[in-house]
């Protein structure tokens, strides 16, 4: 194939904001650790039709970004550039810019929309890109597959009572979390004469070694593993390597052990120092792993063409097949709620809200729910199609109609100094800047990219290890009919809009559940869309009808100058 890649400073400065990820409003970046860069690789038959991945060091993509790099390329590479082969993609760094999104909510704690932010991303993906697309040159290309010996401490299963729901998993112990994940690395690896000069990983963790208490910006892990490969791959003769370290099934996955004295194990690493060495030496089981595969023996070669289908979806009322709903006809999403458990985070990886408030917000929730749902009540249906939806799920906050415990943000009763993000929420409810926005996103991008016979899942937000495995094996037992041998899932694309959890997973509510923001049957929705999709590429390009044309609808100038922070 032809193919080209190339990397670009992600040119934004400390400022003294809070930085997108833990959701505190003191984790403000003070300083920059390591520079952030955004790393592209275009591949092809020709650079005319050519896929384009594109790995940021950030925490997040946002339509925001997608819409702004869509509109340089298209004015910088004319009709040859194809959006629908467009995969943007990021690490997930907890210590990156935040600030990035047109929906109001992940930007409560920076505080605000920070345009110069979305400016300084659009121009480094689009830099990197058009260099990458203007190097191509004959590459060979081949693909490698390994797990990690269960003796290498990379990655543990966070939430592992939910996992163990799962009818298809082995069970596993406490001391047995880091056997509860998808092991595997992925690794497309780029040749010239011979030379390894780039890769693609994907493997799943997230990128938290660094806590939130620390202040700088900083690539974390992922980060840190694209540095290393790429120092390795020009120490052994590669002119300008790019190494992507991308995210598959990252939702239950934590670089930090967890399992019995977990608690006192993570306070060891207090000091920044040691969280820096605890990243570096995450990130170097990872850059090794990345490297050894690709020098492997006897890998597979990637030959044939290029092929995507993108599209939008509203997530809001959407049915899902019975086949992916355990033949329940009438599974569905809803509007998007957050439920107590995202708010009170996760043990290890970041606590959020105290555990008295919690609990007091729990017996609120359920309170308010019973009263919604007797038959006298003047919106009983929807509620009860609310609740259906959202199952379980102890609901803190309604992002669709705007409430948290049934109060309108506006009037909400929670005081201000609670909170900053909550002073936030309530300033910009009240000077009307939220009246016609949306808190999250709810239309979303589904994407597949093929490259020869690997197919490439692409998917928004973040998916636990059995939810990624689920969809990747229905979207694989579509495509195998058009010769895919391989079908691999890369996260954190082209948008953010919180987890996906299994049915069984959700039940047990934990963070990755309360954060899986359009209910039970989010999943079973995204199998049913995404398979869809998969046939659609089954079919020749003259006779696909799948809508190319939806995008979500952009904010109000006027309340997203509101909410618009002022540098």
């Not at 000077?431 to 996103?441: F, N, Q, R």
């Not at 490439?456 to 009919?481: K, Y």
Request: charged share 15%.
């Amino acid at each position: 194939m032809q193919a080209g890649w190339s990397k670009h400073l992600i040119d934004i400065p400390a400022r003294g904001l809070a930085m997108h990820g833990f959701g505190q409003s003191q984790h403000r970046a003070q300083s920059v650790r390591t520079p952030l860069y955004a790393r592209a690789v275009v591949m092809g038959d020709t650079t005319a039709h050519a896929a384009i991945i594109c790995c940021l060091d950030l925490g997040y993509v946002t339509y925001a970004m997608r819409a702004g790099v869509v509109a340089r390329l298209q004015a910088e590479l004319g009709a040859g550039f194809d959006e629908e082969a467009l995969l943007l993609t990021c690490t997930h760094t907890h210590s990156g810019p935040g600030g990035c999104a047109h929906e109001a909510l992940y930007n409560l704690v920076t505080p605000g929309f920070v345009a110069e932010h979305v400016d300084a991303i659009v121009a480094a993906c689009s830099t990197a890109i058009v260099q990458a697309w203007q190097s191509a040159a004959s590459t060979q290309i081949e693909y490698a597959e390994g797990r990690f010996d269960a003796a290498v401490e990379v990655a543990w299963n966070r939430s592992l009572s939910a996992y163990n729901r799962n009818p298809e998993v082995e069970a596993r112990a406490p001391t047995q979390s880091h056997l509860a994940i998808e092991r595997a690395m992925q690794v497309i690896s780029l040749r010239r004469n011979g030379q390894l000069e780039a890769l693609i990983s994907l493997f799943g963790v997230h990128a938290t070694c660094l806590g939130n208490d620390l202040r700088a910006h900083d690539g974390d892990n992922k980060g840190y593993a694209a540095a290393q490969a790429e120092a390795a791959l020009q120490r052994a003769g590669a002119a300008a390597p790019v190494a992507i370290f991308a995210q598959a099934t990252a939702g239950d996955v934590s670089p930090h052990y967890h399992g019995p004295g977990q608690g006192a194990r993570r306070r060891r690493l207090k000091a920044e120092a040691d969280q820096v060495a605890y990243a570096q030496h995450n990130a170097r089981l990872q850059s090794e792993h990345a490297l050894a595969l690709a020098r492997a023996p006897a890998p597979m070669a990637v030959e044939g063409d290029i092929d995507a289908a993108l599209t939008y979806v509203d997530f809001t009322q959407l049915r899902a097949d019975p086949v992916f709903a355990d033949g329940i006809a009438d599974a569905c999403t809803s509007e998007p709620c957050h439920g107590v458990a995202f708010f009170v985070g996760t043990p290890v990886d970041g606590l959020g809200m105290p555990k008295a408030l919690g609990v007091g917000a729990r017996l609120i929730a359920r309170a308010l729910k019973a009263r919604r749902l007797k038959s006298d009540h003047p919106q009983h249906a929807h509620y009860r199609a609310l609740y259906a939806a959202q199952g379980n799920k102890d609901v803190l906050m309604e992002a669709g109609s705007q409430r948290v415990l049934g109060q309108p943000l506006a009037t909400l009763k929670l005081p201000g100094w609670v909170d900053p993000v909550v002073a936030e929420m309530k300033r910009q409810a009240r000077a009307g800047a939220l009246t016609h926005s949306a808190l999250v996103p709810t239309v979303l991008p589904l994407q597949i990219l093929i490259i020869g016979s690997l197919a490439l899942i692409a998917a928004p937000g973040e998916f636990t290890t059995v939810a990624g495995a689920r969809l990747r094996q229905s979207v694989d037992a579509c495509l195998r009919a058009r010769g895919i041998t391989r079908t691999l899932i890369c996260t954190y694309c082209n948008e953010y809009m919180g987890y996906v959890t299994t049915q069984p997973e959700y039940q047990q509510q934990n963070y990755e559940g309360g954060h899986t923001i359009f209910g039970q049957w989010t999943l079973a929705a995204f199998q049913t869309r995404f398979t869809q999709l998969a046939a659609t590429l089954c079919q020749p390009p003259g006779a696909r009808s799948h809508d190319r044309t939806t995008r979500p609808a952009p904010p109000p100038a006027q309340e997203l100058a509101q909410r618009t922070a002022r540098l």
